[in-house]
Protein backbone atom coordinates (compact mmCIF):
# COMPACT_ATOMS: atom_id res chain seq x y z
CA UNK A 1 0.00 0.00 0.00
CA UNK A 2 0.97 3.76 -0.72
CA UNK A 3 0.71 6.98 -0.25
CA UNK A 4 -1.43 9.05 -2.46
CA UNK A 5 -0.91 12.67 -3.23
CA UNK A 6 -2.14 15.44 -5.51
CA UNK A 7 -0.45 18.32 -6.74
CA UNK A 8 -2.13 21.20 -8.86
CA UNK A 9 -0.14 23.22 -11.24
CA UNK A 10 -2.22 26.45 -11.99
CA UNK A 11 -0.97 28.15 -15.19
CA UNK A 12 -1.86 31.84 -14.88
CA UNK A 13 -0.68 34.61 -17.59
CA UNK A 14 0.51 38.32 -15.89
CA UNK A 15 1.75 41.68 -18.51
CA UNK A 16 2.59 38.82 -21.34
CA UNK A 17 4.27 36.50 -19.54
CA UNK A 18 3.12 32.79 -18.16
CA UNK A 19 2.99 32.48 -14.20
CA UNK A 20 2.21 29.39 -12.07
CA UNK A 21 1.27 29.36 -8.50
CA UNK A 22 3.73 28.01 -5.71
CA UNK A 23 3.41 27.60 -2.25
CA UNK A 24 5.96 27.63 0.79
CA UNK A 25 5.47 25.10 3.44
CA UNK A 26 5.86 25.64 7.11
CA UNK A 27 5.65 22.77 8.54
CA UNK A 28 6.53 18.87 7.55
CA UNK A 29 9.19 17.36 5.94
CA UNK A 30 9.43 20.52 3.35
CA UNK A 31 9.38 23.12 6.10
CA UNK A 32 10.90 26.44 4.08
CA UNK A 33 10.32 24.50 0.59
CA UNK A 34 8.61 26.20 -2.14
CA UNK A 35 6.94 23.36 -4.09
CA UNK A 36 3.42 22.93 -6.22
CA UNK A 37 0.17 23.28 -3.76
CA UNK A 38 -0.27 19.37 -3.25
CA UNK A 39 -1.69 17.26 -0.33
CA UNK A 40 -2.24 13.44 0.60
CA UNK A 41 -5.38 12.16 -0.20
CA UNK A 42 -8.29 11.39 2.04
CA UNK A 43 -9.97 8.24 2.99
CA UNK A 44 -13.27 9.71 1.59
CA UNK A 45 -12.23 12.14 -1.30
CA UNK A 46 -11.85 11.10 -4.72
CA UNK A 47 -8.84 12.55 -6.81
CA UNK A 48 -10.47 15.27 -7.98
CA UNK A 49 -11.96 16.51 -4.68
CA UNK A 50 -8.46 16.25 -2.99
CA UNK A 51 -7.18 18.31 -5.70
CA UNK A 52 -9.97 21.15 -5.15
CA UNK A 53 -9.72 21.13 -1.12
CA UNK A 54 -5.91 20.94 -1.02
CA UNK A 55 -5.89 24.33 -3.78
CA UNK A 56 -8.42 25.67 -1.40
CA UNK A 57 -6.77 25.28 1.79
CA UNK A 58 -3.05 25.84 0.62
CA UNK A 59 -3.43 29.12 -1.76
CA UNK A 60 -7.42 30.36 -1.39
CA UNK A 61 -7.77 29.48 -5.34
CA UNK A 62 -11.31 27.95 -5.50
CA UNK A 63 -14.02 27.27 -8.00
CA UNK A 64 -11.86 26.68 -10.83
CA UNK A 65 -11.50 23.72 -13.50
CA UNK A 66 -8.96 21.33 -12.87
CA UNK A 67 -7.95 18.88 -15.44
CA UNK A 68 -5.87 15.93 -14.36
CA UNK A 69 -2.80 15.37 -16.89
CA UNK A 70 -0.61 12.56 -15.30
CA UNK A 71 0.38 10.51 -12.16
CA UNK A 72 3.99 10.44 -11.39
CA UNK A 73 5.26 7.38 -9.60
CA UNK A 74 8.49 6.72 -9.20
CA UNK A 75 10.35 4.95 -6.93
CA UNK A 76 12.63 7.69 -5.38
CA UNK A 77 10.40 10.66 -6.13
CA UNK A 78 9.62 11.28 -2.24
CA UNK A 79 12.36 10.77 0.31
CA UNK A 80 11.88 7.72 3.09
CA UNK A 81 8.71 6.54 1.32
CA UNK A 82 6.63 5.77 -1.42
CA UNK A 83 4.25 8.25 -2.28
CA UNK A 84 2.91 8.29 -5.63
CA UNK A 85 0.96 11.71 -7.11
CA UNK A 86 -1.52 12.92 -9.75
CA UNK A 87 -0.95 15.84 -10.87
CA UNK A 88 -4.08 18.32 -11.96
CA UNK A 89 -3.67 21.52 -14.07
CA UNK A 90 -5.88 24.91 -14.40
CA UNK A 91 -5.56 27.86 -16.47
CA UNK A 92 -6.74 30.77 -14.87
CA UNK A 93 -6.40 34.78 -14.51
CA UNK A 94 -3.83 35.72 -11.36
CA UNK A 95 -5.37 39.01 -11.33
CA UNK A 96 -8.70 37.06 -10.50
CA UNK A 97 -7.14 34.89 -8.19
CA UNK A 98 -4.59 36.48 -5.49
CA UNK A 99 -2.92 33.31 -3.74
CA UNK A 100 -3.17 33.50 -0.02
CA UNK A 101 -1.19 30.91 2.13
CA UNK A 102 -3.10 28.72 4.33
CA UNK A 103 -2.28 27.58 8.03
CA UNK A 104 0.86 25.44 6.48
CA UNK A 105 2.28 27.51 4.34
CA UNK A 106 5.17 30.08 4.78
CA UNK A 107 3.65 32.18 1.43
CA UNK A 108 1.67 31.38 -1.11
CA UNK A 109 2.58 33.37 -4.84
CA UNK A 110 2.46 33.64 -8.07
CA UNK A 111 5.91 33.17 -9.88
CA UNK A 112 7.07 33.74 -13.82
CA UNK A 113 7.86 30.25 -15.35
CA UNK A 114 10.42 31.55 -16.16
CA UNK A 115 12.36 32.66 -13.05
CA UNK A 116 10.71 29.94 -10.48
CA UNK A 117 12.48 29.01 -7.13
CA UNK A 118 14.11 25.89 -6.58
CA UNK A 119 11.42 23.13 -6.36
CA UNK A 120 10.76 20.33 -3.68
CA UNK A 121 11.19 16.99 -4.77
CA UNK A 122 10.65 16.24 -8.41
CA UNK A 123 8.27 19.31 -8.41
CA UNK A 124 9.96 20.90 -11.60
CA UNK A 125 9.38 17.62 -12.96
CA UNK A 126 5.87 17.50 -12.66
CA UNK A 127 5.24 21.49 -13.29
CA UNK A 128 7.33 20.42 -16.89
CA UNK A 129 4.82 17.98 -17.85
CA UNK A 130 2.41 20.55 -17.17
CA UNK A 131 4.05 23.26 -19.80
CA UNK A 132 4.45 20.58 -22.19
CA UNK A 133 0.76 19.44 -21.68
CA UNK A 134 -0.16 22.96 -22.19
CA UNK A 135 2.07 23.56 -25.17
CA UNK A 136 0.00 20.40 -26.67
CA UNK A 137 -3.03 21.95 -25.97
CA UNK A 138 -2.35 25.39 -26.88
CA UNK A 139 -2.57 24.36 -30.98
CA UNK A 140 -5.82 22.51 -30.58
CA UNK A 141 -7.59 24.61 -28.22
CA UNK A 142 -8.57 27.86 -27.67
CA UNK A 143 -7.11 28.05 -24.07
CA UNK A 144 -5.48 31.31 -24.43
CA UNK A 145 -9.38 32.65 -23.70
CA UNK A 146 -8.97 31.04 -19.89
CA UNK A 147 -5.67 33.37 -19.41
CA UNK A 148 -6.52 36.95 -20.75
CA UNK A 149 -8.97 39.39 -19.89
CA UNK A 150 -12.26 39.44 -21.53
CA UNK A 151 -11.47 41.58 -23.96
CA UNK A 152 -7.92 41.54 -25.31
CA UNK A 153 -5.44 42.85 -27.82
CA UNK A 154 -4.37 40.91 -30.64
CA UNK A 155 -0.67 41.87 -29.03
CA UNK A 156 -1.50 40.37 -25.57
CA UNK A 157 -3.06 37.28 -27.40
CA UNK A 158 0.53 36.81 -29.23
CA UNK A 159 2.69 37.69 -26.26
CA UNK A 160 1.26 34.85 -24.43
CA UNK A 161 1.38 32.40 -26.99
CA UNK A 162 5.03 33.10 -27.19
CA UNK A 163 5.34 32.60 -23.38
CA UNK A 164 3.59 29.43 -23.67
CA UNK A 165 5.69 28.17 -26.96
CA UNK A 166 8.64 29.95 -25.58
CA UNK A 167 9.57 31.09 -28.84
CA UNK A 168 8.39 34.61 -30.88
CA UNK A 169 6.22 34.10 -33.39
CA UNK A 170 5.91 36.14 -36.50
CA UNK A 171 3.32 39.25 -36.03
CA UNK A 172 2.13 39.37 -39.20
CA UNK A 173 1.43 35.86 -39.74
CA UNK A 174 0.06 35.37 -36.17
CA UNK A 175 -2.44 37.65 -36.62
CA UNK A 176 -3.64 36.85 -40.40
CA UNK A 177 -3.88 33.32 -38.99
CA UNK A 178 -5.76 34.24 -35.89
CA UNK A 179 -8.03 36.75 -37.78
CA UNK A 180 -8.80 33.69 -40.63
CA UNK A 181 -10.01 31.15 -37.59
CA UNK A 182 -12.95 33.56 -37.38
CA UNK A 183 -12.29 33.04 -33.76
CA UNK A 184 -12.50 36.54 -32.77
CA UNK A 185 -14.74 38.94 -32.57
CA UNK A 186 -14.16 42.64 -33.02
CA UNK A 187 -14.98 44.85 -30.16
CA UNK A 188 -14.73 47.92 -31.82
CA UNK A 189 -13.61 49.44 -28.99
CA UNK A 190 -9.51 50.66 -28.36
CA UNK A 191 -7.38 50.09 -25.51
CA UNK A 192 -7.25 52.87 -23.48
CA UNK A 193 -4.17 53.95 -21.56
CA UNK A 194 -1.26 51.83 -22.76
CA UNK A 195 1.82 53.87 -23.47
CA UNK A 196 1.57 52.91 -27.34
CA UNK A 197 -0.68 53.58 -29.98
CA UNK A 198 -4.41 52.58 -29.04
CA UNK A 199 -4.87 48.73 -30.17
CA UNK A 200 -8.38 46.97 -31.32
CA UNK A 201 -10.37 45.06 -28.56
CA UNK A 202 -10.95 41.52 -29.50
CA UNK A 203 -13.16 38.99 -27.28
CA UNK A 204 -13.13 35.19 -27.89
CA UNK A 205 -16.31 33.82 -29.85
CA UNK A 206 -17.69 30.20 -28.61
CA UNK A 207 -19.84 29.23 -30.76
CA UNK A 208 -17.28 29.54 -33.71
CA UNK A 209 -14.95 27.69 -31.03
CA UNK A 210 -17.33 24.74 -30.40
CA UNK A 211 -18.22 24.33 -34.54
CA UNK A 212 -14.85 24.04 -35.00
CA UNK A 213 -14.28 21.70 -32.77
CA UNK A 214 -16.91 19.39 -34.13
CA UNK A 215 -15.10 18.80 -37.32
CA UNK A 216 -11.14 19.49 -35.79
CA UNK A 217 -9.22 22.05 -35.93
CA UNK A 218 -5.27 23.81 -35.33
CA UNK A 219 -4.23 26.77 -34.38
CA UNK A 220 -1.24 27.09 -37.00
CA UNK A 221 1.01 28.80 -35.14
CA UNK B 1 -2.72 4.84 2.58
CA UNK B 2 -4.16 2.68 -0.32
CA UNK B 3 -3.64 -0.10 -2.89
CA UNK B 4 -2.08 1.21 -6.20
CA UNK B 5 -3.29 -0.82 -9.66
CA UNK B 6 -2.61 -0.43 -13.42
CA UNK B 7 -4.87 -1.80 -15.90
CA UNK B 8 -4.08 -1.57 -19.47
CA UNK B 9 -6.24 -0.98 -22.76
CA UNK B 10 -5.01 -2.18 -25.76
CA UNK B 11 -6.79 -1.99 -28.69
CA UNK B 12 -6.47 -3.34 -32.13
CA UNK B 13 -8.18 -3.21 -35.49
CA UNK B 14 -9.12 -6.70 -37.64
CA UNK B 15 -11.36 -6.55 -40.34
CA UNK B 16 -12.11 -2.86 -40.35
CA UNK B 17 -12.95 -3.66 -36.17
CA UNK B 18 -11.91 -1.77 -33.35
CA UNK B 19 -10.94 -4.25 -30.31
CA UNK B 20 -9.94 -4.58 -27.27
CA UNK B 21 -7.73 -7.34 -25.24
CA UNK B 22 -9.53 -8.49 -22.03
CA UNK B 23 -9.01 -11.28 -19.79
CA UNK B 24 -10.87 -13.41 -17.55
CA UNK B 25 -9.41 -14.27 -14.09
CA UNK B 26 -8.86 -17.43 -12.66
CA UNK B 27 -9.16 -16.80 -8.92
CA UNK B 28 -9.47 -13.59 -6.39
CA UNK B 29 -12.25 -11.43 -5.63
CA UNK B 30 -13.22 -10.76 -9.35
CA UNK B 31 -12.69 -14.66 -10.44
CA UNK B 32 -14.54 -15.76 -13.50
CA UNK B 33 -14.86 -12.05 -14.65
CA UNK B 34 -13.67 -10.24 -17.36
CA UNK B 35 -11.82 -7.32 -16.78
CA UNK B 36 -8.70 -4.82 -18.41
CA UNK B 37 -5.54 -6.69 -17.67
CA UNK B 38 -4.33 -5.10 -14.57
CA UNK B 39 -2.77 -5.93 -11.05
CA UNK B 40 -1.76 -4.53 -8.50
CA UNK B 41 1.95 -2.08 -8.35
CA UNK B 42 4.22 -3.72 -6.59
CA UNK B 43 6.63 -2.19 -3.99
CA UNK B 44 9.73 -1.66 -6.44
CA UNK B 45 8.35 -1.02 -9.74
CA UNK B 46 7.34 2.14 -10.90
CA UNK B 47 3.68 2.88 -12.81
CA UNK B 48 5.05 2.18 -16.32
CA UNK B 49 7.20 -1.04 -15.22
CA UNK B 50 3.60 -2.33 -13.53
CA UNK B 51 1.93 -1.67 -16.61
CA UNK B 52 4.30 -3.32 -18.59
CA UNK B 53 4.97 -6.39 -16.16
CA UNK B 54 1.07 -6.89 -15.92
CA UNK B 55 0.32 -6.70 -19.90
CA UNK B 56 3.12 -9.53 -19.88
CA UNK B 57 2.21 -11.99 -17.21
CA UNK B 58 -1.52 -11.56 -18.06
CA UNK B 59 -1.54 -11.37 -21.77
CA UNK B 60 1.82 -12.45 -23.22
CA UNK B 61 2.06 -9.18 -24.95
CA UNK B 62 5.38 -7.24 -24.74
CA UNK B 63 7.52 -4.91 -26.29
CA UNK B 64 4.58 -2.05 -26.89
CA UNK B 65 4.87 1.50 -26.49
CA UNK B 66 1.97 2.13 -23.27
CA UNK B 67 0.93 5.56 -22.58
CA UNK B 68 -0.35 6.62 -19.42
CA UNK B 69 -3.72 8.28 -19.99
CA UNK B 70 -5.60 8.66 -16.87
CA UNK B 71 -6.08 7.77 -12.74
CA UNK B 72 -8.91 6.93 -11.75
CA UNK B 73 -9.81 7.15 -7.81
CA UNK B 74 -13.31 7.29 -6.96
CA UNK B 75 -14.30 6.25 -3.71
CA UNK B 76 -16.26 3.04 -4.45
CA UNK B 77 -15.01 1.86 -7.69
CA UNK B 78 -13.08 -1.21 -5.99
CA UNK B 79 -15.46 -3.70 -3.66
CA UNK B 80 -14.80 -3.25 0.24
CA UNK B 81 -11.37 -1.02 -0.12
CA UNK B 82 -10.09 1.69 -1.92
CA UNK B 83 -8.36 1.08 -4.82
CA UNK B 84 -6.66 3.20 -7.23
CA UNK B 85 -5.72 2.57 -10.67
CA UNK B 86 -3.64 4.25 -12.96
CA UNK B 87 -4.33 3.46 -16.94
CA UNK B 88 -2.63 2.93 -19.61
CA UNK B 89 -3.27 2.67 -23.29
CA UNK B 90 -1.75 1.43 -26.31
CA UNK B 91 -2.45 0.69 -30.11
CA UNK B 92 -1.58 -2.13 -31.93
CA UNK B 93 -1.66 -5.03 -35.00
CA UNK B 94 -4.00 -7.94 -32.92
CA UNK B 95 -2.63 -10.08 -35.76
CA UNK B 96 0.77 -9.41 -34.79
CA UNK B 97 -0.09 -10.10 -30.64
CA UNK B 98 -1.91 -13.12 -29.53
CA UNK B 99 -3.49 -12.75 -26.72
CA UNK B 100 -2.29 -15.84 -24.55
CA UNK B 101 -3.65 -16.37 -20.93
CA UNK B 102 -1.00 -16.38 -17.91
CA UNK B 103 -1.45 -18.66 -14.74
CA UNK B 104 -4.11 -16.43 -13.19
CA UNK B 105 -6.47 -15.88 -15.94
CA UNK B 106 -9.08 -18.34 -17.48
CA UNK B 107 -8.82 -16.81 -20.64
CA UNK B 108 -7.16 -13.56 -22.78
CA UNK B 109 -8.84 -12.58 -25.96
CA UNK B 110 -9.38 -9.81 -28.09
CA UNK B 111 -13.10 -8.52 -28.29
CA UNK B 112 -14.84 -5.75 -30.62
CA UNK B 113 -14.94 -3.32 -29.16
CA UNK B 114 -18.84 -3.19 -30.31
CA UNK B 115 -19.83 -6.54 -28.34
CA UNK B 116 -18.12 -6.48 -24.93
CA UNK B 117 -18.69 -9.39 -22.27
CA UNK B 118 -19.81 -7.67 -19.30
CA UNK B 119 -16.85 -5.84 -17.48
CA UNK B 120 -16.02 -5.76 -13.58
CA UNK B 121 -15.88 -3.15 -11.17
CA UNK B 122 -15.45 0.04 -13.33
CA UNK B 123 -13.50 -1.36 -16.26
CA UNK B 124 -16.05 -0.45 -18.46
CA UNK B 125 -15.90 3.93 -17.44
CA UNK B 126 -12.21 3.14 -18.03
CA UNK B 127 -12.44 1.41 -21.42
CA UNK B 128 -14.57 4.20 -22.66
CA UNK B 129 -12.40 7.08 -21.51
CA UNK B 130 -9.92 4.92 -23.18
CA UNK B 131 -12.04 5.41 -26.32
CA UNK B 132 -12.53 9.04 -26.12
CA UNK B 133 -8.78 9.42 -25.65
CA UNK B 134 -8.19 7.25 -28.59
CA UNK B 135 -10.97 9.58 -30.52
CA UNK B 136 -9.02 12.60 -29.55
CA UNK B 137 -6.05 11.37 -30.76
CA UNK B 138 -6.89 10.27 -34.07
CA UNK B 139 -7.62 13.94 -35.35
CA UNK B 140 -4.09 15.00 -34.87
CA UNK B 141 -1.76 11.78 -34.44
CA UNK B 142 -1.62 9.33 -37.49
CA UNK B 143 -2.56 7.08 -34.79
CA UNK B 144 -4.72 4.38 -37.36
CA UNK B 145 -1.03 3.83 -38.92
CA UNK B 146 -0.43 2.21 -35.90
CA UNK B 147 -3.42 -0.40 -36.58
CA UNK B 148 -2.88 -1.40 -39.68
CA UNK B 149 -0.82 -3.05 -41.67
CA UNK B 150 2.29 -1.65 -43.40
CA UNK B 151 1.10 -1.35 -46.91
CA UNK B 152 -2.97 -1.22 -46.46
CA UNK B 153 -5.58 0.37 -49.03
CA UNK B 154 -7.56 3.63 -48.37
CA UNK B 155 -10.98 1.72 -47.45
CA UNK B 156 -8.82 -0.29 -44.51
CA UNK B 157 -7.83 3.27 -43.74
CA UNK B 158 -11.31 4.61 -43.89
CA UNK B 159 -12.52 1.61 -41.71
CA UNK B 160 -10.18 1.90 -39.27
CA UNK B 161 -11.46 5.68 -38.54
CA UNK B 162 -15.30 4.87 -38.32
CA UNK B 163 -14.65 2.18 -36.13
CA UNK B 164 -12.37 4.67 -34.01
CA UNK B 165 -14.97 7.27 -34.36
CA UNK B 166 -17.99 5.63 -33.99
CA UNK B 167 -19.35 6.96 -37.25
CA UNK B 168 -19.60 6.85 -40.64
CA UNK B 169 -17.38 9.02 -43.03
CA UNK B 170 -18.26 9.96 -46.70
CA UNK B 171 -15.72 7.99 -48.76
CA UNK B 172 -14.76 10.61 -52.15
CA UNK B 173 -14.09 13.35 -49.28
CA UNK B 174 -11.98 10.73 -47.19
CA UNK B 175 -10.21 10.01 -49.62
CA UNK B 176 -9.46 13.44 -50.94
CA UNK B 177 -8.43 14.77 -46.97
CA UNK B 178 -5.86 11.87 -47.04
CA UNK B 179 -4.45 12.26 -49.82
CA UNK B 180 -4.32 15.65 -49.84
CA UNK B 181 -2.03 15.83 -46.67
CA UNK B 182 0.33 14.17 -48.65
CA UNK B 183 0.78 11.56 -45.68
CA UNK B 184 0.18 8.53 -47.61
CA UNK B 185 2.83 7.22 -50.08
CA UNK B 186 1.48 5.00 -53.38
CA UNK B 187 3.12 1.68 -53.54
CA UNK B 188 2.67 1.13 -56.69
CA UNK B 189 0.88 -2.22 -55.60
CA UNK B 190 -2.61 -3.91 -55.74
CA UNK B 191 -4.27 -5.66 -53.15
CA UNK B 192 -4.10 -9.11 -54.38
CA UNK B 193 -6.90 -11.88 -52.78
CA UNK B 194 -9.84 -9.83 -52.14
CA UNK B 195 -13.38 -10.73 -53.19
CA UNK B 196 -13.50 -6.96 -55.15
CA UNK B 197 -11.78 -5.05 -57.72
CA UNK B 198 -7.93 -5.10 -56.68
CA UNK B 199 -7.71 -1.54 -54.55
CA UNK B 200 -4.05 0.21 -54.67
CA UNK B 201 -1.80 -0.23 -51.83
CA UNK B 202 -0.53 3.07 -49.97
CA UNK B 203 2.21 3.53 -46.96
CA UNK B 204 2.55 6.04 -44.36
CA UNK B 205 5.45 8.73 -44.80
CA UNK B 206 6.72 9.14 -41.24
CA UNK B 207 9.20 12.08 -42.64
CA UNK B 208 6.26 14.49 -43.93
CA UNK B 209 3.97 13.66 -40.36
CA UNK B 210 7.22 14.52 -37.97
CA UNK B 211 7.24 17.77 -40.53
CA UNK B 212 3.47 18.53 -40.33
CA UNK B 213 3.56 17.75 -36.52
CA UNK B 214 6.07 20.73 -36.44
CA UNK B 215 3.42 23.55 -37.54
CA UNK B 216 0.03 21.46 -35.62
CA UNK B 217 -1.98 19.62 -38.07
CA UNK B 218 -5.07 17.82 -38.03
CA UNK B 219 -6.71 15.37 -40.08
CA UNK B 220 -9.97 17.33 -41.14
CA UNK B 221 -12.50 14.18 -40.79
Excluded at 31 to 45: A, H, R, S, T, V
Excluded at 60 to 80: E, M, S, V, W
Excluded at 163 to 186: E, G, Q, T, V
Aim: proline share 4%; hydrophobic share 40%.
Amino acid sequence: MFHHSVDNVIFGCRDGKLEVCLIQHADGPAKGQWGLPGDFIQDNESLEDAAVRTLRTRTGIDDIFLQQFKTFGALDRYPNERVITTAYFALIRPQDYEAVAGAHELDAAWFPTTSLPELMYDHGDILNEGLECLKRKVRYEPVGFRLLSKKFTLLELQRLYEAILNKALNKPNFRRKMLHMKLLIDCNEKQTGGAHRAAKLYRFDADVYQQLKQQGFVFEL
